[in-house]
């Protein structure tokens, strides 16, 4: 197998070799496009924002995000953010903005097992297209295609215009599920529903690599 994919490499032309890398510069960049949807509403940012110095030049965050840890700190600062709403969630349990916030704090830094265990619980309560966004996101961090999208699929019945499901959805498809026609589909389905999407020009270079992604194939 390994010496027939090497032979099909070296029949590349040198063009098709340059598409594909371009291509897989592409969806890696697109990946990091990925943007925590949920914020809970009852808590400032400062409520989950672990005390520790950020990274050095971190980005501005917006109304309820977690500042995400530095690499090098380790999980017991992760734990001692997390100890005050695990506490709140022993008195109320369904509390949905708690398990929101420590969905966040652990999806903020990259422990996506327990971001989904929360978030999970969350829209059992609620179940907000956000939540159900950032929840198929996390899937997708452990591997999980398919699931990723179907939690897409059920943000996207409760709001079918949501930008971040619609982007994340396109992504799953393209580089978790290797169909680049589905995902020119959806994202030209979220430029038809938002036309000012702010993220309008990246989506169209998605779309153009997409297909020549297709063209390859």
């Known amino acids: ?69 530095p690499q090098q700190q380790s999980a017991q600062v ?3 953010a997390a100890k005050p709403m695990l506490d709140a969630l022993q008195a109320n349990p369904n509390d949905f903005d708690k398990l929101v916030q420590l969905g966040n704090l652990y999806y903020d830094n990259n422990v996506y097992p327990e971001a989904i ?33 179907t939690k897409f699929d059920e943000a996207l019945k409760q709001d079918p215009k949501l930008a971040n499901a619609l982007f994340n959805t396109g ?7 290797k169909d680049p026609k589905g995902a020119i589909e959806v994202w ?16 169209q270079e998605l779309i153009e690599r997409a297909k020549a992604h297709g063209s390859m194939g």
């Not at 939540?131 to 699931?147: E, I």
């Open 188 to 203: 030209e389905k979220l430029l038809r529903e938002n036309p000012n999407y702010e993220g309008k020009q990246k989506i």
């Open 78 to 80: 992760v734990a001692a």
């Open 1 to 69: 197998m390994a010496n027939s994919a090497q032979t099909q490499n070296q029949n590349w032309t040198p063009m098709q070799a340059y598409v594909l890398a371009t291509i897989c510069l592409a969806v890696g960049i697109a990946i990091g496009y990925f943007i925590r949807s949920s914020a809970s509403p009852a808590q400032p940012a400062t409520s989950t924002t672990v005390s520790e110095p950020a990274a050095p030049n971190a980005g501005a965050m917006g109304p309820g995000q977690v500042q995400a840890i």
């Open 171 to 177: 992504i799953v498809k393209w580089q978790g599920m």
């Open 117 to 149: 265990t929360y978030y999970t619980r969350a829209v059992k309560v609620r179940p907000d297209p956000n939540v159900l966004t950032d929840l198929g996101t996390a899937y997708f961090y452990t591997g999980d295609s398919k699931t990723a999208l």
